[in-house]
């Protein structure tokens, strides 16, 4: 079973950059696609990027042009680097799969504010 801890959320002004990790303790290979997600106060989790194994990768239109999403197979990890950074960013963020899901981890607070 895959278990999933987010990393390296923060509190940045707006046009600021983060860059999240998520390690995998088991292979994500089998999840063939992977997800950056977020979730706001009093708002539905909602997927704002993802990657395929080949490296495709698919982003929501708050986020194109702002936020790029990788992943290391060999490494067991997904990075959400997130630059121009505004307040409506702020959520938690989540890693996990997209087509299948598994336990969720606890995620990553960011909070853009001046």
């Known amino acids: 079973q895959v278990q999933l801890v987010e990393s390296g959320g923060g509190l940045v002004q707006p046009g600021g950059s983060l860059r999240l990790s998520c390690a995998a303790s088991g292979s994500i290979f089998r999840l063939a696609v992977m997800g950056w997600y977020r979730q706001a106060p009093g708002k539905q989790r909602e997927l704002v990027a993802s990657v395929a194994s080949g490296g495709t990768t698919i982003y929501a239109d708050s986020v194109k042009g702002r936020f790029t999403i990788s992943r290391d197979n060999a490494k067991n990890a997904v990075y959400l680097q997130m630059n121009s950074l505004k307040p409506e960013d702020t959520a938690v963020y989540y890693c996990?799969?997209?087509?299948?899901?598994?336990?969720w981890g606890r995620g990553t607070q960011v909070t853009i504010s001046s």
């Open positions: 996990n799969g997209v087509q299948k899901l598994v336990p």
